[in-house]
């Protein structure tokens, strides 16, 4: 069974950044899209962002442009570097695999982005 471990999480001001990292135990991790996936008080998880294993990557049209999916397969990490930050990306972000049977989730991390 993989476990995933977010970190990176915390208070910001708007316009900051933040880089959040996921960790995967086990060598599967380099076969699998993974992604990120946020969810806010009172709303559905959703995906944000998602990378395959050669690094092809695509975003939620509320992140492109700020948010950069990226990983190291050695380390099985894939990292989320979340730029010019705004309210509304408040949430507990989550990393997970792409495929119709998901991983067991993480606790995630908060990313809280107030003034």
């Known amino acids: 069974q993989v476990q995933l471990v977010e970190s990176g999480g915390g208070l910001v001001q708007p316009g900051g950044s933040l880089r959040l990292a996921c960790v995967a135990s086990?060598?599967?991790?380099?076969?699998?899209?993974m992604g990120w996936y946020r969810q806010a008080p009172g709303k559905e998880r959703s995906l944000v962002a998602q990378i395959t294993s050669g690094g092809s990557t695509s975003y939620a049209d509320s992140v492109k442009g700020r948010f950069t999916i990226s990983r190291d397969n050695i380390k099985s990490t894939v990292y989320l570097q979340m730029n010019s930050l705004k309210p509304e990306d408040t949430a507990v972000y989550y990393c997970?695999?792409?495929?119709?049977?998901?991983?067991?989730w993480g606790q995630g991390t908060q990313v809280t982005v107030s003034s």
């Open positions: 086990g060598s599967i991790f380099r076969l699998n899209v």
């Open positions: 997970n695999r792409i495929a119709a049977s998901l991983w067991s």
